[in-house]
Structure formats: C-alpha cells, structure tokens
C-alpha cells in the first residue's frame, strides 16, 4: 500500500470553526456560499497533505448536498473536488464511500442511476477506489436485473475485472465472480461461464467458512454441465456437494445429492476414470440407504447383461419421479442416454465373454435391430473401448484382436520359456527326491 504523504501543517483548528459557520449557512438556504466557504480551506488541507481535516471538509461538501436534497449539486461537488491537483487518495475514498452510504436515501430510480453513473465516472481508473466503483458496478446491475434486462446486467458485469483487485477481499471477490456467473448463466452465454469459472480457485473452498460460497459455485457449475450433456462432469460437482460437511449433516441434502451423483455417474460414457468413480461410489456406506439405486449401480459394476425392459419395469416408476428423468425434453433426452449407456455396457460385456458372436445372437441379447446394434458396435470400436470385426455377409462379429507377427513371435517365446522353467523345476525336484530316497535306503 502507498504510504500516507507527511502533514505539512495542521488545520483541525480552522475546520472545527469553519465547518460550523458552513452547516449554519447551509441550513438557512445558503448551499452555494456555505461550499464556497470551504474552498479555500479544503486548497489548504489539501496542499499541506493534511488527510484528516481534508476528509471532513469534503464529507461535509456530501452531507450538506444531501440535507439540502440537492442531488444533482451532489454530484457535481462529487466530481469537481475528485478531479482537483494533488487530491489526497484517502479523503477521496472517504467522500466517496459517504455518497455511496446516500444511494439508499434517494427520492427516486431515475436519481439514484444518475448518482451511481456519476460515482462510477469519478472512480473510473483510479485504483485506490476500484472496491467502490466494483461495489457501485454491482448495485447498477441489480437495477438492470429488476427492470428484465438481464443481458445488459450480465455486461455491465463483466465489465470488470475484479481478479486483478488486490485490494479487494477474497470472499468477496468470489462473491463477484459467482454473480458473473450467475448472470452469464441467464444470458445462455454458456462459453463464457466457463471462462469465468476458471478465474475462482478450488483452493479457497477448502475453508469451512466459505462453504456456502462452495455450494453456491457447485450448483451453478451442475447448471452449465447439464446443458452441455457433461454427465461425468455434473457427476463430480454433485461429488463435491455431497462430501460437504453442513451436506453431510444433514440426511435429505445428502441423499438428494448421492442421488443425483448415482444418476450422472450411470450416464456417464465408460471410460477409465467413470469405470473408477463408479465403483467407489458403489463402496459408499450411505448408498445402501438409498434402496434400489445401490442395485441399479450394481448392475453398471458386474460383468452380467442387463435387459432394458428389466430396467424400465423395476426403476422406470423410481426414475421418472425425479427432476432428472422427468417429461421434460432434456429429462427424456437423458433417459434415452441411460438406455444406450445399457447398451453400450451389454456390449462390453458381450466383448468379455465372446470371441465370436453371429449378429442375430448379437441383436437378441441386445433387444435391438440389426442396424441399431451395428451402429452402437461401431461407436464402442471408433471411440476404442472394445476391439471388434464384422463380417456382414456371413453375419459374423469377431472381438479378438487379431495379432501381429511379432507379437505372435513374443506369445511364442515366452511360452517356450515358461516350458523350459517348468522342466527345469521338474528335472531338480525328480533329482532331489532320487536323493532323498538313496538316502532313506543307505540308512535302512
């Protein structure tokens, strides 16, 4: 922080008998002469860098506008003693802050824009008051939300850039951030909550204290990654609602989000990191408690074939109750979804237990159409999670990879070093026990 200029001169003397004189001519009417008054002396403090008697001249400037409901003035004494030469940074802020205490006070809207107009032109730029014009930012957004402007709240916003604010505390910066977001969010700028997301750090959540902030991010974070189908994604941030602790406490907050980590997890595409999420969500003590959801997730973790009629007539009622399968269009979107997620399981597990499979085999154990069951086998095999061949016209599908020389080459050698272990060990046990028994015999 800059340090404070040294005081040349002290004028608490002067200010304590001319402040009175002033507020006396301005309670008579006389607005105009009672600042004029102070100009002079507010030069003076100004000059020999005494801060504290130069902050009650201007706060006094702000006041005796304000008892003489003079708004406009307000302004303009605002702004007229925050442009003067070798203005001190700390009655600035001051006077400031004191304007900002009077929004509240104003007769009407249409005033009170203009004051925050006014405040945000003054502080425009000038880093010792970048809180204030922050602060100021955010109440004129508040404005524009209850009026239904959303997208013009949204980027008034974003218009600063409060990350860089080291004046600023954390908390409340986060605050900010999250409001960015938020605003973002009703805008359906969905790109750009994302940028914004990545400027709040995970660390800071470690801190019991800002856990609400904590759910707070979490939840939006669940509204972006469900528009934008990232299951696995929405799953995790269910994940960190759920091991909060004021969550943990509290059994139908914690069963609500274990809930929804079990839905986005199953529909979830299978890839290592989802196979790994889902097994230890399956090893948690709570998921018993939640009835048949530890049973669907069973069916997600062991190597068995699950019909889909099956789902649907023993969890299909249990699904559709909850906001996440509803009949809304994004609800049966992501029942569809889990409908392939079984499918593409089934075939994993075909994969596991076949080396070869006719296609009309294929089709039966999956409940699908030719057609349909090629085209979920030729998704698995592009994004690499099995290995698999068609042969259509003898309607046949192989799952073994088929090997290269040289691998067959390496299969070959080390089975033919395994053979030679094996005699080797055979040859040394026949010798030991020959030994033993000329041994016993000698002795007889």
Not at 8 to 13: I, L, P, Q, T, V
Not at 368 to 377: G, W
């Amino acid at each position: 922080m800059e340090p404070a200029p040294k005081v040349e001169k002290d004028f608490s003397a002067q200010v304590d008998s001319q402040l009175p004189v002033a507020e006396s001519l301005a309670s008579a009417g006389k607005l105009v002469e009672a600042l004029e008054s102070l100009a002079t002396l507010e030069k003076q403090t100004r000059n020999s860098a005494d801060t504290a008697s130069n902050t009650r001249i201007l706060i006094a400037n702000v006041t005796m506008c304000f008892n003489a409901k003079e708004w406009k003035l307000l302004g303009e004494r605002v702004v007229l003693l925050s442009k003067k030469h070798g203005l001190l940074k700390g009655a600035v802020s001051k006077m400031i802050q004191e304007a900002m205490s009077l929004l509240d006070k104003t007769p009407n809207v249409a005033t009170k824009l203009e004051l925050i107009e006014t405040l945000r032109t003054v502080t425009d730029g000038k880093i010792f008051v970048e809180v204030e014009r922050a602060r100021l930012t955010m109440i004129l957004s508040k404005i524009r939300e209850t009026e239904g402007k959303i997208v013009e709240a949204a980027d008034i916003l974003q218009e600063l850039q409060v990350e860089t604010f080291g004046s600023m505390d954390k908390r409340e910066k986060t605050e900010f951030i999250l409001e960015q977001m938020r605003l973002t969010l009703a805008k359906k700028d969905y790109p750009r909550v994302l940028i914004i997301s990545r400027k709040i750090s995970l660390k800071f959540f470690e801190d019991v204290a800002q856990h609400d902030l904590k759910l707070r991010f979490y939840e939006l974070m669940i509204q972006y990654s469900i528009h934008e189908s990232l299951f696995l994604n929405t799953c995790k941030h269910y994940r960190h609602i759920y091991d909060t602790p004021a969550v943990k406490n509290d059994q139908k907050l914690w069963s609500a989000a274990l809930q929804n980590v079990v839905f986005f997890v199953i529909l979830s595409p299978f890839d290592n990191e989802q196979s790994d999420l889902i097994h230890r969500i399956y090893e948690d003590a709570n998921l018993s408690k939640l009835g048949l959801l530890k049973d669907l997730v069973k069916c997600f973790v062991t190597n068995e074939l699950v019909r889909w009629p099956k789902i649907e007539e023993i969890y299909g009622p249990t699904l559709k109750a909850t906001a996440v399968f509803d009949k809304s269009e994004g609800g049966q979107a992501r029942l569809k979804a889990l409908h392939e997620r079984v499918i593409e399981h089934n075939i994993r597990v075909i994969a596991k237990y076949y080396t070869r499979i006719s296609t009309k085999r294929l089709t039966q154990l999956l409940d699908l159409s030719v057609q349909d069951s090629e085209e979920f086998l030729s998704k698995l095999v592009v994004s690499k999670t099995i290995h698999a061949k068609m042969d259509r016209p003898a309607g046949i599908i192989n799952f073994v990879p088929r090997k290269t020389p040289n691998t067959v080459l390496n299969d070959w050698s080390s089975n033919i070093n395994q053979l030679l272990s094996l005699i080797s060990k055979t040859t040394h046990l026949i010798a030991k026990e020959e030994m033993v028994a000329s041994i016993t015999q000698s002795k007889n």
